[in-house]
C-alpha cells in the first residue's frame, strides 16, 4: 500500500484493474524511464521508444529534492546510495557565505546524482526488454479510444496512452502542438563536467553568484567525483573552445584567488567531457494532453536550469500521472493531472523569473529559499 497525492493506491489490486493497459513512452531519460517504472507498478505494459542506440544521460549530475525521491521511492528506485546529498550555501565571489533569514537547512537539501548511474538503475528497473532503441517516433493518431504510434521505417504500434518524455524538442509535442517549438533562452549558456575529485573543497562551493549575471561553482557529485558548472546570462560572443569559455565565465565567480581551485579544474579537464548547452525553454502551453496523449516533463515545460529544479519537477509530473491513471479512466486521467500540472507550473514559471532578475548573491539567497520552501511544502504527496 503507498499513498501519494492524498490517494491510497493498493498495487496488487490497480494491477488487476490495469493489466489490459499499453502505454507507449517516447523518451529513455530521466522521466521516460520514470515514468515506465511507475505505470509498470499499477499494471500497465509499458514500452519505451529511445531513438538513440543506447540508454544515455544528457548532463553531468542532477540535484533531486525530497519531492523527487519520495517518488523514485515509490516506484521502488532508491538513488540515495548513487549520489551525495548537498545542503546548499550561496556564496558571493570572496566565498562569503549568504543563506536567507527565515529557512532552514531543509530549504536547502538535495541529492546531487550522476545521470548516467541513474539512468542506468532506472532502465533496469524498468526492464531493458521494455526499452526500444534506435526508435524514433514520427507521428501518431489520437483517437478517442487508442493512439496510434508511428515510428521511423513505418511501424505502427496501437496503444491505450502515448507519454511524450521526448525533452524540450519533443516531437509528440510538435504534433500535438504545431508551432510550440523551443525557444533560445537569449544568451543563456551554461558549461559543466564530472572530473575526478582533487584537494578542492569538500564542501564544494554551490552556488557562487558571480558577476556579468554569472553562476556557478563545483561538488562533490559521488565518492571520488566532483562536478563544476558554470552557467552565464547575456553571454555576448562565444569566442574559442568549450574550455576557453568555460574559463572565462569562471573568472566572474573568482574573486583574489578564491576560485582558482574551479579555474584549475576547468583547465584541467578534457575538452571533449566539457558540456556546453545553449538554454532552451519550452513556452507555455494551451494544454499539455490530447485523448490518449500527454507530456510530461520538459516536453511539457522545458525550464531553465538555473532553478536547478527541472528533473524534479518533472518526476514529481510522474507521481500525479500515476495516481490519476490508477484511480480513473484515462480520459479522464489525463484531464486531472494536466489541471494539476499547468496550475502549479503557473507558480513555478514566476519563480524563476524572479530567481533569474535577482541583484547578487544576497538577492539571489533570498529569492531561491523563497521558492525551493515553496517548492517543498506544495508537492502532491
Not at 138 to 166: C, N, P, Y
Not at 276 to 292: A, F
Amino acid at each position: 500500500m503507498c499513498h501519494y497525492d492524498g490517494v491510497a493506491l493498493d498495487w496488487s489490486r490497480e494491477r488487476t484493474k490495469e493489466r489490459e493497459m499499453h502505454t507507449v513512452i517516447a523518451g529513455g531519460g530521466l522521466v521516460g524511464l520514470t515514468t515506465a517504472a511507475a505505470l509498470r507498478r499499477i499494471g500497465h505494459d509499458v514500452t519505451v521508444l529511445e531513438q538513440a542506440p543506447e540508454i544515455r544521460a544528457a548532463g553531468a549530475g542532477i540535484g533531486l529534492w525530497a519531492n523527487a525521491v519520495r517518488v523514485l521511492d515509490d516506484v521502488g528506485v532508491d538513488v540515495r546510495a548513487l549520489g551525495q546529498e548537498i545542503t546548499a550555501w550561496f556564496f558571493d565571489p570572496a566565498g562569503k557565505p549568504l543563506r536567507a533569514n527565515g529557512y532552514d537547512d531543509s530549504d536547502h537539501r538535495f541529492l546531487l546524482v550522476p545521470r548516467p548511474a541513474l539512468n542506468t538503475v532506472l532502465a533496469d528497473a524498468v526492464g531493458r526488454d521494455r526499452i526500444r532503441l534506435s526508435a524514433r517516433l514520427t507521428g501518431f493518431e489520437d483517437h478517442a479510444d487508442e493512439v496510434v504510434v508511428h515510428l521511423d521505417g513505418g511501424e505502427s504500434l496501437r496503444a491505450d496512452l502515448l507519454i511524450g518524455a521526448d525533452g524540450v524538442h519533443s516531437r509528440v509535442r510538435a504534433r500535438l502542438l504545431p508551432g510550440s517549438d523551443a525557444q533560445e533562452h537569449a544568451g543563456h549558456y551554461a558549461w559543466r563536467a564530472i572530473v575526478p575529485a582533487g584537494d578542492e573543497r569538500p564542501e564544494g562551493t554551490v552556488l557562487t553568484i558571480g558577476t556579468a549575471g554569472t553562476r556557478g561553482g563545483y561538488t562533490r557529485v559521488a565518492e571520488g567525483r566532483t562536478m563544476w558548472m558554470v552557467n552565464q546570462f547575456e553571454t555576448g560572443p562565444l569566442p574559442g573552445t568549450r574550455r576557453d569559455r568555460a574559463l572565462a565565465r569562471a573568472r566572474n565567480l573568482a574573486d583574489a584567488g578564491r576560485h582558482d581551485e574551479l579555474l584549475r579544474m576547468i583547465a584541467a579537464t578534457p575538452e571533449d567531457t566539457i558540456l556546453e548547452n545553449r538554454i532552451m525553454l519550452v513556452p507555455p502551453l494551451p494544454h499539455w494532453t490530447g485523448s490518449r496523449v500527454a507530456l510530461i516533463g520538459d516536453a511539457a515545460h522545458g525550464l531553465s536550469p538555473h532553478i536547478a529544479a527541472g528533473g524534479t519537477l518533472g518526476v514529481e509530473d510522474v507521481g500525479v500521472l500515476r495516481t490519476a491513471l490508477a484511480t480513473s479512466d484515462p480520459t479522464g486521467a489525463l484531464k486531472r493531472y494536466e489541471d494539476s500540472r499547468r496550475a502549479r507550473f503557473e507558480r513555478v514559471r514566476e519563480f524563476s523569473a524572479a530567481v533569474e532578475k535577482a541583484v547578487g548573491p544576497a538577492d539571489f539567497a533570498e529569492r531561491y529559499a523563497a521558492f525551493s520552501h515553496w517548492m517543498l511544502t506544495t508537492a502532491p504527496g
